[in-house]
């Protein structure tokens, strides 16, 4: 009996001593989780230093495709959660585009890949690098560079009736459509983001396009591809179509791609330099004297409400060399509009920078 009596005896005190231990562990795990917080607080670590503008001076973004809205008629007014415009961080990566080269066999890869769009027909040169294709069963038109590989497809006949008297199919098979076009022509990018993919339903108004209200007044479907976040930051675009976009029809076949835009220029990620950012209230006094670019606005003029501001990179119509952070200014209906980020002193003087300024490269937006 003394034996079981010793044996009890010894389970207690064990578990005495590991209560005991447990707790003191407890204590020592809260002690020093507490001191790191007030060590952070008080004795905040240092921002890991960073080499600022390698690059040197670069080239503003180009802004000049700018909409018909002049935010000098808009009545700005702040309702972030925060009630103010927020901060930027002292810096951010600026990455460089792939530069594209001449290929010898340029032209000839242009026409086999024209060939699987459909236009058959040999090209005429337009302009440098730009070749055009008439596909003289549709009237569609394609113009291609043949360096960037960058081109637009185009018809009149997007206006007339046997375009327009057939119901388009709804937003998902339209999607399903325009992808399917992309991946059969190689076109389908691997930084597409597919949860950013956007539909709009398009009208025909006499000779113009506009945005409908539903589909069910549409005569078009626009399927629209966005990038992927770079460096954990969104993208943002020079309209609300984007620089890759696809009008699809309810005809069946070739018939059923009515128009393309595609302008895509590949990221460097591996090539960047951190350059200084200017503040928020900087940024968002840039936008309202022209400064920046107004993306979409639901009014010409009148009162717009600012509910979120944050970072992004802003993909130019244009062919910048490098792809730069922006403020962005969002009513979260319908306003967005954006600014440079950079520091003044890091870019080119105007005088220097404006024979940079070209046209976008044949993809009118």
Do not use: C
Not at 11 to 39: D, M, Y
Not at 90 to 97: D, G, L
Not at 290 to 307: H, L, M, N
């Amino acid at each position: 009996m003394s034996s079981l009596t010793d044996t009890a005896n010894t389970v207690k005190r064990v578990g005495v001593v590991g209560v005991i231990g447990a707790v003191a562990v407890g204590v020592i795990i809260v002690t020093l989780i507490g001191a790191i917080a007030v060590k952070n607080k008080y004795f905040p670590a240092k921002p890991e230093a960073v080499e600022l503008s390698k690059f040197g001076k670069i080239t503003p973004i180009n802004f000049l495709s700018q909409t018909n809205i002049d935010p000098a008629k808009l009545n700005f007014q702040i309702e972030t959660v925060s009630g103010d415009l927020g901060t930027t961080p002292p810096n951010e990566k600026v990455f460089k585009f792939v530069v594209q080269s001449p290929a010898i066999l340029g032209l000839e890869n242009a026409k086999a890949t024209a060939e699987k769009m459909g236009f058959v027909s040999e090209p005429q040169n337009v302009e440098g690098v730009v070749y055009q294709w008439i596909d003289e069963v549709t009237g569609r038109v394609l113009t291609y560079n043949i360096v960037s590989k960058n081109f637009n497809i185009e018809s009149e006949r997007i206006f007339s009736p046997e375009y327009v008297s057939v119901p388009p199919p709804g937003n998902e098979a339209a999607i399903k459509i325009a992808k399917s076009w992309l991946n059969q022509n190689n076109l389908f990018q691997k930084d597409f983001d597919e949860s950013k993919i956007v539909t709009r339903p398009i009208k025909v108004e006499v000779t113009r396009l506009k945005e409908a209200l539903s589909l069910s007044e549409a005569n078009y479907v626009e399927v629209s591809f966005r990038r992927e976040n770079i460096n954990e930051i969104p993208v943002v675009e020079p309209s609300v179509s984007g620089l890759v976009s696809i009008l699809v029809t309810g005809n069946a076949g070739r018939e059923s791609i009515a128009q393309v835009n595609y302008k895509y220029n590949q990221v460097d990620q591996e090539t960047y330099s951190h350059y200084p950012l200017i503040t928020s209230e900087e940024a968002f006094a840039k936008l309202k004297s022209g400064e920046g670019k107004v993306i979409s606005s639901p009014v010409v003029s009148g009162t717009v409400f600012i509910r979120k501001v944050y970072l992004a990179y802003y993909l130019s119509d244009f062919d910048d060399e490098y792809l730069q952070p922006v403020v962005v200014f969002d009513s979260l209906d319908g306003f967005v509009g954006v600014s440079p980020a950079i520091k003044d002193d890091q870019f080119e003087p105007e005088s220097v920078n404006q024979s940079k300024k070209t046209q976008p490269t044949q993809n009118p937006r």
